[in-house]
């Protein structure tokens, strides 16, 4: 439904007939942490996220998983092989 509180004219899934139904009835402002996120809007003077109505708490234990603005780091596991194992696997093929 269209967000009828603070991001007046929005798509909002937290919004129904009887009003906002988040917690507190509206959504909270941005964290620091997302400044620069493709899925920030300001509104009323405001910064609100579009997808998430309170925002911070995505980032408590770590990225945001829709967070534009953070690269995620990918970490390549180097695995250490036994050179006997090694030598037996290639004889036998």
Known sequence: ???QTI???TECSFMSKKGCSFTGGSCLVIAEQCNGCSKVIEVNGGTYCRIYPEPATRWAYG???MASHVKKEVKEVVQKLNPLKASKRSKKK
């Open 1 to 3: 439904m269209i967000c």
């Open 7 to 9: 991001k007046a004219g």
């Open 63 to 65: 990225i945001c998983p």
